[in-house]
């Protein structure tokens, strides 16, 4: 089945460390995302790929990391930097090019918790 | 700046008693407009996509309608489990990589 898959399910962090969220997706999308998710809010875009080995930032990046080093994989590094990391944190993978109409598919999430 | 604000923020029906949620956006020049249903602790789930002005699709019980300026989510005679937090998203010309999100409708069905 294709689809999106994100891991782990839930994460802890102590504070001071790092942490890394993988999403992988076997969908042959070009683009992918990285959404954070606050009770109550909307999601906001943290860094987009649009295509292997290249990555833009979003609207808050700051304390966050990606890499893009195959189409299937994009991992999410959160720094210690980030200062209030516990959310819900969403992959989003997007077909076609950048100026396509397609939509978005998203995997199931991880809920990280700063301890 | 590109915007998009739904309302309300929460609803809660009765099984069976039909509604309307709104998205209404603001941007320079729309590509596309989504939506969404998120179940607690879940990923979205994609439900529909409108291009253009006056284009409508259909789902069951939801039927989503586009204006020059707004989209309604239309909810049939919902049943408990169409329970959910339903999100409209748009996609603008300016940047058609990035999705802007509103911030979601929380809908309660009481059977």
């Known amino acids: 089945d294709g689809g999106i898959t994100q891991s782990p399910k839930y994460l802890f962090r102590k504070e001071g460390q790092n942490v890394t969220l993988s999403c992988e997706q076997n969908?042959?999308?070009?683009?992918m995302y990285w959404y954070r998710q606050d009770p109550g809010q909307g999601l906001r875009l943290i860094y987009y790929?649009?295509?292997?080995?290249?990555?833009q930032k979003g609207d808050i990046a700051e304390g966050y990391s990606v890499s893009r080093e195959k189409k299937e994989s994009f991992p999410l590094t959160v720094t210690s930097a980030q200062k209030n990391p516990t959310a819900f944190y969403l992959c989003?993978?997007?077909?076609?090019?950048?100026?396509?109409?397609?939509?978005?598919?998203f995997g199931p999430g991880t809920r990280l918790t700063v301890l | 700046e590109d915007q998009v604000t739904q309302s309300p923020e929460a609803l809660r029906l009765q099984e069976g008693e039909s509604s309307s949620l709104n998205c209404s956006y603001t941007?320079?020049?729309?590509?596309?407009l989504f939506w969404y249903r998120q179940d607690p602790g879940k990923g979205p789930e994609f439900l529909f996509t409108l291009y253009s002005a006056g284009e409508e699709k259909e789902k069951e019980r939801l039927k989503a309608t586009l204006t020059k300026k707004e989209s309604f989510l239309h909810i049939t005679a919902p049943k408990p489990e169409d329970s959910a937090t339903y999100l409209c998203?748009?996609?603008?010309?300016?940047?058609?990589?990035?999705?802007?999100f509103g911030s979601g409708t929380r809908l309660s069905i009481r059977p």
């Open positions: 941007v320079s020049g729309l590509r596309g």
């Open positions: 989003a993978s997007k077909g076609g090019q950048g100026n396509s109409y397609n939509e978005q598919f």
């Open positions: 998203a748009v996609q603008v010309y300016s940047s058609a990589s990035k999705i802007i």
């Open positions: 790929s649009q295509i292997v080995n290249d990555f």
């Open positions: 969908l042959n999308h070009d683009a």
